[in-house]
C-alpha cells in the first residue's frame, strides 16, 4: 500500500491541526493504520494507531488531545491534534501493516509501509 500525508503546517501553541493519510494500492480496511513523530535528533516514536477492527491506541502525552479516525470509504486515516504544545513539533509519518496484535501497535517495526512525512511546528 502506498501512503500519502499531508496536512502539516505551523501553529501556535494552543492551536489545532488536523493530519490526513490517504492510501492507496491495497485492501484499506484490512490495515491497521499508525501515526509515528520524529523531532530532530530523536528516535521516531509512536503517537496513535487505530487496528482495523477500529480499536484505538495513544501515547500517553496526547491522551485527550489528539484524535485518530479512518474512513474506509475514502481509504483515509486522520490524526486530528487539539492544545498542541511546542514538544508536538516533529516530522509526522503516517505507516499501514496487517495482522499487528494490539500490544505491539507502538512499534515502528510493525508496519510495513510509510508514508513520506509532514512536519508540524508548534511555536511557543
Known amino acids: 500500500v502506498q501512503l500519502q500525508a499531508s496536512g502539516g503546517g505551523e501553529v501556535q501553541a494552543g492551536g489545532s491541526l488536523r493530519l490526513s493519510c490517504a492510501a492507496s494500492g491495497g485492501t484499506f480496511r484490512r490495515y491497521s493504520m499508525g501515526w509515528f513523530r520524529q523531532a530532530p535528533g530523536n528516535e521516531r516514536e509512536f503517537v496513535a494507531a487505530?487496528?482495523?477492527?477500529?480499536?484505538?491506541s495513544y501515547t500517553d502525552s496526547v491522551k485527550g488531545r489528539f484524535t485518530i479516525s479512518k474512513d474506509n470509504a475514502k481509504s483515509m486515516v486522520y490524526l486530528q491534534m487539539n492544545s498542541l504544545k511546542p514538544e508536538d513539533t516533529a516530522v509526522y509519518y503516517c505507516a499501514a501493516g496487517s495482522g499487528i496484535i494490539m500490544s505491539t501497535m507502538n512499534r515502528a517495526g510493525s508496519f510495513d509501509s510509510w508514508g513520506q512525512g509532514t512536519q508540524v511546528t508548534v511555536s511557543s
Open positions: 487505530i487496528k482495523w477492527s477500529s480499536e484505538i
